[in-house]
Nanobody
Framework: QVQLVESGGGLVQPGGSLRLSCAAS????????MRWYRQAPGKEREWVAE????????NYADSVKGRFTISRDNVKNTLYLQMNSLKPEDTAVYYC???????WGQGTQVTVSS
């Protein structure tokens, strides 16, 4: 079955960086566009970034554009999110998801605080 395991979250000071990973299995990773989402306390889950199956096209939410970079390794079946210049408002649980598949991982907590 589809499995998505996010990792790499943690506590970081404002202006810091983190790199999230999402290990995928149970489906043909290289055939699917992939997305990162996040959910802050008391808020709805929101889309953060998307990358096409080959990695050729990437799109970002306005709130993270210029600070976050989505990438993928289709040999390792892994999705990444490099997050730089982190702000307190980036605090959330981050999830990865394959476009058009319904499964979600457990998420990884990112906390930006001094």
């Amino acid at each position: 079955q589809v499995q998505l395991v996010e990792s790499g979250g943690g506590l970081v000071q404002p202006g810091g960086s983190l790199r999230l990973s999402c290990a995928a299995s149970g489906f043909t990773f290289s055939s699917y566009s992939m997305r990162w989402y996040r959910q802050a306390p008391g808020k709805e889950r929101e889309w953060v970034a998307e990358i096409t199956s080959s990695g050729g096209i990437r799109n970002y939410a306005d709130s993270v554009k210029g600070r976050f970079t989505i990438s993928r390794d289709n040999v390792k079946n892994t999705l990444y999110l490099q997050m730089n210049s982190l702000k307190p408002e980036d605090t959330a649980v981050y999830y990865c998801k394959a476009n058009s598949l319904s499964s979600w991982g457990q998420g990884t907590q990112v906390t930006v605080s001094s």
